[in-house]
Every structure is written in structure tokens, then in C-alpha cells.
């Protein structure tokens, strides 16, 4: 899959023709929105809306509905991140979802593993679930581990007017297709998991891994989008002004 980061339209461009990315950045409401219609605003945030409602053959105007109402709901959070200096994001993607996830891998590890081992041999696809999740853990511990140690302290410096890296295409191309194969393990666990839904039958265990996963996936869209469609962006314009 290709990936180009997202590039804000000029004022006045006609909604359709935004990148979803961009319209989430600018509301991280509208994430919900893109999410109840399976739109993916993180790894693919680089289309328009159009693009995006015909790839899913979802007819525009109920996505549009939802996108206006969404404007006038008050209770929508003030704080967006995206409005954040660099410094400032980078800081809150460390804080916040990094945070999550170093909470959340180990106690989804621990009931992932448990469940395909009560279930699994009825089950299969719980055992491909256990697999396919060690996957992204073990991906997301070095991802992100390289982030905070290179990619995110040149982004601070190039805030304050410094370089820290010769060039950040190569460090900034390696995190986004780290991110697209993250994306394909998360697309491929939904599918296991028939969209997160537990049988009738699932036991507690079962159906508390079934929630995590979810919060896991809402979460994670949000983390990379932050960094795809904001973050990346910003630094490379930081850095071609130096």
C-alpha cells in the first residue's frame, strides 16, 4: 500500500475533496464518525472523502449527514492535539498513547494467550488471533522504543531551530510502513474476531479480550493518525525550512 502524508487543502476546499485524514486533524470527533463506517482515517488518511466513501461503496450523503451534525454537537472536546507545537505532540503521543499501549500489550497478551489455549482447540482462529497479536506487540515495542529514542528527539530539535538527524525521509518512511504493517495485523484480527463480537457462549475472559482488542484498534487509529497525518508532516516542512 502506498502511503503520502496528508496535505491540508486550501480554504475553501469543497468537503468531498478533503483528505479524511485532514478532516479528522481538524475535529478528532470525527473519528467516530469514520470509524462507524470502517473508514480508515490513519494508514489510508491520505484520501478524500470521496475516494474513501466509493473504496467502501458507502453513499456519501450519509456520511456527510453525520459529518454536519457532528459540527454542531457541543459536547465535542475543546482540546484537539493536533493543535499542539511539535514538541508539545510528540510529547502527548508519548504520554498518552504510548502510555496505553505499555499498559494494554502485556494484559492483552496475557488473556489473548489464555483464551486460545481454553478455546483454540474448538476454535482456530483464536489461535491465529494469539499469533497474529504477538506479532504487533513485538512490533509495536520496537516501534515505538525507536521513536522516542530517534525520531521524536529530532523532532524536538528541529522545534528549537536544530537538526538532530541529517535527513528524517528515511527514519519518518521506516515508522509509516511499521504503521501500514501494524494496520494489516489490526484488519486481520477484526476479521478473527467477526468484528470483536464474542459468541453467546464466551466466558468472561473471552468477552473482556474482545473489548480490549477493540479500545486497542480505536486507539491505535487515533496514535497513528496523529503521527501520519500531523506529526510527519509538520517535521518535514520544519525541516525543509532549515
Not at 32 to 59: M, V, Y
Not at 154 to 183: D, W
Request: proline fraction near 7%; charged fraction near 25%; include cysteine.
Amino acid at each position: 500500500m502506498n502511503h503520502k502524508p496528508n496535505v491540508f487543502s486550501a480554504p475553501g476546499t469543497p468537503l468531498l475533496q478533503r483528505t479524511v485524514g485532514e478532516l479528522v486533524a481538524e475535529r478528532p470527533g470525527r473519528s467516530r464518525i469514520f470509524q462507524s463506517f470502517k473508514i480508515d482515517f490513519c494508514c489510508q488518511g491520505a484520501r478524500t472523502l470521496r475516494e474513501a466513501c466509493e473504496g467502501k461503496n458507502i453513499a456519501l450523503s450519509a456520511v456527510v449527514e453525520q459529518l454536519e451534525a457532528e459540527l454542531t454537537d457541543k459536547t465535542a472536546p475543546a482540546h484537539n492535539p493536533a493543535d499542539l507545537p511539535l514538541d508539545e505532540l510528540a510529547g502527548y503521543i508519548v504520554e498518552t498513547h504510548h502510555a496505553f499501549l505499555r499498559r494494554e500489550l502485556p494484559r492483552l497478551h496475557v488473556m489473548t494467550e489464555r483464551v486460545a489455549k481454553v478455546h483454540g482447540p474448538h476454535a482456530p482462529s483464536l489461535v491465529e488471533l494469539f499469533d497474529t497479536f504477538v506479532g504487533v506487540e513485538e512490533e509495536l515495542t520496537s516501534h515505538m522504543a525507536k521513536e522516542e529514542q530517534i525520531l521524536f528527539p529530532a523532532v524536538v530539535a528541529l522545534s528549537k531551530g536544530t537538526a538532530a538527524l541529517r535527513s528524517l525521509e528515511g527514519p519518518i518512511a521506516q515508522m509509516i510502513h511499521e504503521h501500514e504493517t501494524v494496520g494489516a495485523a489490526l484488519e486481520r484480527m477484526r476479521y478473527l474476531t467477526d468484528g470483536f463480537v464474542p459468541p453467546p457462549e464466551a466466558c468472561n475472559t473471552y468477552r473482556a479480550l474482545f473489548a480490549g482488542l477493540q479500545e486497542f484498534e480505536e486507539d491505535l487509529h487515533r496514535h497513528i493518525h496523529l503521527e501520519n497525518a500531523v506529526l510527519f508532516p509538520g517535521a518535514k516542512a520544519l525541516a525543509e525550512k532549515l
